[in-house]
């Protein structure tokens, strides 16, 4: 655990019931990602996510956390009874390119207390107009650009600090994306988010799995 550093990824399996209908509604195996955040000063290890809150955690936030984004102890995720297994994603640089630990600590501040977007419902259409049945009563139902899900936010910091590029038709869009989207991330990035050339990510990588 102590080798994990800030921009790291790790993407959850969860066996409960809420996790069940995150995966089905997002057509993925995985239900919830997050950011690691390492402290330069204590050098203690949190995740910068978002999401309903419900077990009992330290948390540090600009809001009531039980749904806005915080920062919780990493340590912590692991005693979840409903938590199957964990993937880290190690993020690697080229040519000494790195972003600073003041970088980190500014953008996951700026970043804390942004509001959950808990409709898993919408991601019906856009993960499914291929392959299975469309629901015309759900056309309506509009995205809130001031709510996040947990991988948009992953995106959108990863944006912000210069690991990924999104294209600006995709920010206007605010493209829905899922845990299994960083899970599958390849080198080059997707063509709406390209990977900057000094950056790139491990294959996942099995970090927690439950006995």
Known sequence: MNTLKSGDLIIFQGNSITSKLIQFFTNSKYNHSA????????????????????????????????????????????????????????????????????????????????KYDDCIIQYWNERTKASLIDLPFLDGLSENENSWSCAELVFSILNEVGILHIQPWALKKKKQVNPNDLFLLPNNGYDWCPLINDFYYDPPELFYSAK
């Open 35 to 114: 950011l690691v955040y390492k402290c330069p000063v204590s050098k203690q290890l949190y995740l910068f996510e978002t999401g309903i809150l419900k077990e009992k955690e330290l948390v540090i936030s600009k809001e009531n956390c039980t749904n806005y984004s915080r920062l919780v102890f990493l340590k912590n995720k692991t005693n979840n009874p409903h938590l199957a297994k964990l993937y880290v994603r190690r993020l690697k640089n080229k040519n000494n390119t790195k972003i600073t630990d003041l970088e980190w600590s500014l953008v996951i501040t700026k970043n804390l207390g942004k």
